[in-house]
């Protein structure tokens, strides 16, 4: 078990773009163990590896009101994603504190390995569809901000940025 430090807004490296894990091995499962523990600890209910500066297509959920079902997706792909959207309100454990609109497809499916390797494919809607392609944005090196007006994404910038000089003084 290992708490991992998770990269905060507007670190360039959360603008890589991830990679396939090409095989579910030792280090993977370790890796999504390790992810879990930093999310459950961290109080979040996704986390991408890009946020833990492992820039593989791993991703770790849990949505569940006891912290008891999580959800493991390796390589993800959404191969359905509804036409209906639904705006609703997003924070981020990159972005702390910071919560605002987002629009996202209503419901997808998705096809990844599980932690084991084995293809799996989730039906998602409400919280979890949101989660899953918040995460899986994360993997094409987008953070939620992006989606927010220009003068919003400055301010929220800015704000991190300060609060980051603070914690290091």
Known sequence: MAILPILCYPDPRLHTVAQPVNAVDERVRTLVQDMLDTMYDAHGIGLAATQVDVHQRV???????????????????????????????????????????????????VRALDAQGEPQTIEAEEILAVCIQHEMDHLLGKVFVEYLSPLKRSRIRSKMLKRQREERA
């Open 59 to 109: 991703i770790v959920i849990d949505v569940s009101e006891e912290r008891n079902r999580p959800l493991v997706l390796i390589n993800p792909e959404i191969v359905w994603a509804s036409a209906e959207m639904r705006v609703g309100d997003e924070g981020c454990l990159s972005v702390p504190g910071i919560y605002d609109g987002v629009e996202r497809a209503a419901q997808v499916r």
